[in-house]
């Protein structure tokens, strides 16, 4: 059996974000060198919908790529199960450049240390800093991010789910529960 909370209903996520590409923008002093890349998969969609914000903020476009981290997850053969392989697509340098990498939940950090493992094979860039929709605790690597929608205290038992679409209405942040 389940139990399912709705802890941000799409209001609250779209709040979120606006907040965050604020302060993005606050911290970074503009857009001048700034990219952001989403993380595969819940965070393709949050860097795509940050980098429409922060353009309409300033009025030119944001680099956005598209990160998949597969090969470097320390648990990939360990887990048994096969990944599938997703796709990267970053059509600019990185050298030189402020890096914004956004997923949808930190969690344990292992996927953050792999996506900046995987950054650097695509060039060297001048800073690297995280944004989250959801930071959730419980970390086994010392990583925190620098960006975050929400600090969602939860046990290791239940499960953080981050529910997107393209029209937005039906988003939502679920905290899942097994019994």
Do not use: C, W
Not at 165 to 174: N, P, W
């Amino acid at each position: 059996m389940k139990k399912r909370k709705v802890v941000m209903d799409a209001e609250g996520i779209e709040r979120s974000l606006t907040r965050v590409a604020y302060q993005i923008l606050e911290k970074n002093k503009g857009v001048e060198d700034l990219v952001l890349i989403g993380i595969q998969t819940g965070g393709i969609l949050l860097a795509e919908r940050l980098g429409k914000k922060i353009s309409a903020i300033e009025g030119v476009p944001i680099p956005v790529g598209k990160l998949d981290i597969t090969l470097y997850r320390d648990d990939i053969m360990r887990s048994g199960k096969q990944r599938a392989l997703g796709k990267t697509d970053i059509p600019f340098s990185l050298n030189g450049r402020k890096v914004v990498l956004v997923d949808d939940v930190l969690f344990t950090g292992r996927t953050i240390r792999a996506a900046m493992d995987a950054l650097m094979d695509f060039g060297r860039p001048r800073l690297i800093e995280l944004a989250v929709l959801i930071d959730r605790g419980h970390r086994e690597i010392p990583i925190r991010a620098d960006f975050v929608g929400k600090n969602l205290p939860s046990s290791q038992s239940e499960e953080v789910l981050v529910k997107l679409s393209k029209r937005k209405t039906s988003d939502a942040v679920i905290i899942e529960e097994t019994f």
